[in-house]
């Protein structure tokens, strides 16, 4: 049974940082696409960050230069490295893993990051 397992969401000031991992119980993690999403109260689902397989990133515009997503392949993680905090980036993050091509697609539980002072 494939599990994605997110850590280090809390509480943090504006201005902060927190970084943010996923534990992907995956085999072949490496030929996956990684990525972050997001879902703030009342709002839809949005992508924060991806990183693909050869290791090429895209992020949102609103987290451009100031989130950064990475990968291990050796420990089947994936991180996400957020700084320069705002309150608009309050949400669940969510890890996913997708295959495309082997219409695979995986979730985790989320994460809960606040941002406030």
């Known amino acids: 049974q494939v599990q994605l397992v997110e850590s280090g969401g809390g509480l943090v000031q504006p201005g902060g940082s927190l970084r943010l991992s996923c534990a992907a119980s995956l085999s072949m993690f490496s030929i996956y696409a990684m990525g972050w999403y997001r879902q703030a109260p009342g709002k839809q689902r949005e992508l924060v960050a991806q990183?693909?397989?050869?290791?090429?990133?895209n992020y949102a515009d609103s987290v451009q230069g100031r989130f950064t997503i990475s990968r291990d392949n050796a420990k089947n993680t994936v991180y996400l490295q957020m700084g320069n905090l705002k309150p608009e980036d309050t949400a669940v993050y969510y890890c996913?893993?997708?295959?495309?091509?082997?219409?695979?697609?995986?979730w985790g539980q989320g994460t809960q990051v606040t941002v406030s002072s």
């Open positions: 996913n893993a997708a295959l495309p091509l082997a219409s695979k697609n995986y």
């Open positions: 990183i693909s397989s050869g290791g090429a990133t």
